[in-house]
Nanobody, 119 residues
Framework: QVQLVESGGGSVQAGGSLRLSCAVS????????IGWFRQVPGKEREFVAR????????YYADYVKGRFSVSRDNAKNMVYLQMNSLNSEDTAVYYC????????????WGQGTQVTVSS
């Protein structure tokens, strides 16, 4: 099991930036990938980006390509989501989650952090 804690959410004006952090703990983390998701009330949770814990390249949803960047710091057990050029449609609760590389489902989730973008 993996424990995840998000931080860094807040309010920002359109065009601004935020960096979300995900503190990750657990055993055998090299067997996992970490994903970022977001959810707006009344809508389904949607995928944002993912990165393997140990090695490999990130992958992004089309609507964040060129604006968001996911990175990891294995020494600090942290994963980051840098969000630039934010717009009101990026307003959501953002979650980080962990999935074993061998399976597709994300089994462990953080509590979420609110991001609000005002126009």
């Amino acid at each position: 099991q993996v424990q995840l804690v998000e931080s860094g959410g807040g309010s920002v004006q359109a065009g601004g930036s935020l960096r979300l952090s995900c503190a990750v703990s657990g055993r055998a983390l090299s067997a996992y990938r970490i994903g970022w998701f977001r959810q707006v009330p009344g809508k389904e949770r949607e995928f944002v980006a993912r990165i393997p814990w140990y090695a490999g390249t990130p992958y992004y949803a089309d609507y964040v390509k060129g604006r968001f960047s996911v990175s990891r710091d294995n020494a600090k057990n942290m994963v980051y989501l840098q969000m630039n050029s934010l717009n009101s449609e990026d307003t959501a609760v953002y979650y980080c989650a962990a999935a074993r590389i061998s399976i597709s489902a994300y089994e462990d989730w953080g509590q979420g952090t609110q991001v609000t973008v005002s126009s």
